[in-house]
């Protein structure tokens, strides 16, 4: 699977007047969510392990760095950009300690290379520390193979992206998604809105009210669609990918059947409940 014009996309979402510090560290770090996807806090290691396995698939880890994580060039439909990889993960694992994959993950910051680019840190912050562990417990099961990827080398008109702020380093986006979250709907919708915060928010924004432009000519609308879809329909989108009214709903189509299939039959529901439920609140003044 492939979403390279990600990049692009990165590229227009930012491109308001958002003041963008390339070299910056975050300045707080994000309080690691209470809540778990299902299997997180199993008392079997092994149980634990293939729950990490689950989440590399909802949360992308497969798509963006192929299913054997061997990596890719992202963006060879944006060739202009330069040459940015997901990487081979499988040989830089080992050159990492947790503490430098969990830093890198939640930050969006390497230990040798600083900035990261693309990586949806924004939102992998978000995990809790037993999804997190999990997570670490199954890439260290990986086997190195395939060839090494390159470091990114970007061309000068994304250098200029860089410096003008239309192209911000994952650092830059990590910073905003802590401020701007999924609304509380209470103790019932924690792990519904838990669910939402780590995955649909990726492409959705930090608060889920949509991103302009998401991709070329396409925005990714505010959740509050979901209003308009029944629960079976919603199970559809987020089991095989198709939409209510459109069955090729692009990229969408692609998480739904590739990320979102994963989720248990509970995370599933809880989500479905807590966009719903968001849907239906009392709308405060809202900025847009
Ligand atoms: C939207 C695409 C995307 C997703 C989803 C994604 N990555 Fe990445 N990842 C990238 C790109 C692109 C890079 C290279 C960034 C750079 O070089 O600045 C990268 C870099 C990395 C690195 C640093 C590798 C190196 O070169 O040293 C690690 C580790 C990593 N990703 C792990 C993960 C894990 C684990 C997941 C899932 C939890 C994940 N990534 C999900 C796109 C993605
Ligand atoms: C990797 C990016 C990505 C992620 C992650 C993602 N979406 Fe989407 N989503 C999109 C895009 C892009 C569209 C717009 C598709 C279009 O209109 O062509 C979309 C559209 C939608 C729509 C509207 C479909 C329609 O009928 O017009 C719904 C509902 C939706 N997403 C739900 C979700 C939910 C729920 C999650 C989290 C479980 C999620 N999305 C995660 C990219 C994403």
């Given at each position: 699977m492939r979403y390279t014009i990600i990049l692009l996309a990165v590229a227009s979402l930012s491109a308001c007047d958002r003041k963008i510090e390339p070299t910056a560290a975050p300045d707080t770090v994000a309080v690691p969510a209470a809540l778990s996807f299902d299997g997180a806090e199993s008392s079997d290691p092994t149980e634990r392990i293939a729950h990490g396995e689950r989440l590399s698939h909802i949360l992308g880890c497969t798509g963006c760095h192929k299913p054997n994580l061997e990596g890719q060039w992202f963006n060879d439909d944006a060739p202009e950009m330069g040459k940015l990889y997901a990487s081979n993960l499988t040989r830089v694992l080992p050159t990492m300690s947790d503490a430098q994959l969990e830093t890198l993950l939640r930050e969006g910051t390497h230990p040798t290379r600083g900035d990261l680019w693309i990586m949806p840190s924004e939102v992998f912050q978000?995990?809790?520390?037993?999804?997190?562990?999990?997570?670490?417990?199954?890439?260290?099961?990986?086997?190195?193979?395939?060839?090494?990827?390159?470091?990114?080398?970007?061309?000068?008109?994304?250098k200029a992206a860089v410096a003008s702020g239309k192209f911000k380093p994952v650092s830059a986006s990590v910073a905003e998604?802590?401020?701007?979250?999924?609304?509380?709907l209470g103790e019932g919708h924690a792990f519904g809105r838990y669910i939402a915060a780590t995955t649909c928010a990726e492409c959705h924004g930090g608060d889920l009210t949509g991103v302009p432009d998401f991709l070329p000519g396409v925005n990714t609308p505010d959740l509050d669609i979901a209003g308009a879809y029944s629960d079976a329909e919603l199970v559809t989108l987020l089991t095989t990918g198709k939409g209510k009214t459109?069955?090729?709903?692009?990229?969408m189509t692609l998480v739904g059947k590739g990320h979102f299939s994963h989720l248990t039959g509970r995370e599933r529901s809880a989500l479905i409940a807590y966009l719903k439920a968001r849907a239906d609140r009392p709308q405060p003044a809202r900025a847009n």
């Open positions: 978000r995990l809790s520390e037993a999804d997190m562990a999990a997570l670490i417990a199954h890439l260290r099961t990986v086997k190195p193979s395939g060839a090494p990827t390159p470091a990114p080398a970007m061309s000068a008109m994304a998604y802590r401020t701007t979250t999924p609304p509380d459109r069955a090729d709903l692009g990229l």
